[in-house]
């Protein structure tokens, strides 16, 4: 999955579950959204950013629609998992930590991950304006990958300018085990996910 993510660069591309935590990224995110090799493992989920973190307030410029959309979809995919514990210590993490999104859980609003052109605030580039391509990992479980194309020539320029040649990854950065999973002796998280 790694190789595929770096092969699509200059475009930020990243793997997440359901529950918004990030199981893998490439350099173009690291560059042009998040830094995600900064953010230590156990916070890389991004719901959690967004809401609670220090490390992240979106940089979309309609960042509370953004979030809004998010947390109608994080609710929608809740309903599969009421009883695991995992789901349950976020939702109350979150609940208990951010206000905002207290105020967006209790709207009881449900939607699936959106795929409409998005505008970033990039303190480099300026405005990035971003084509979602979201990609279903139907074999590896509820896994979604989101690569930002971009969606004018003038951001097409800029991804180029700010990426420039991508960096060949070491092997396992992005990787992260989802909450809950177990990774068996000897086993990486990233072949514990993707095998």
Known sequence: MQKTLDAVSPYPAIVM?????????????CRVVLDLNQ??????NIL???FVSDEWHCTFVDGASVRHHMVAAYRAASANHLNEPSWQELTQGLLARSPEFAAMWERYDVASPSSRVKML?????GLLRVD?????????GQFRVNVYTAADEETEAKFLRLVGTPAKSPAGRGAVRPAGARVSPGQSPREQVFS
Do not use: C, G, K, T
């Open 121 to 125: 605030d990039h303190p480099e580039a």
């Open 132 to 140: 979602p391509a979201i990609m279903w990992l139907s074999q590896a």
């Open 17 to 29: 579950n359901e529950r918004y935590d990030v199981v893998a990224f490439n350099d173009a995110y």
């Open 39 to 44: 953010v230590a493992v156990e916070e890389r």
């Open 48 to 50: 959690w950013l967004n």
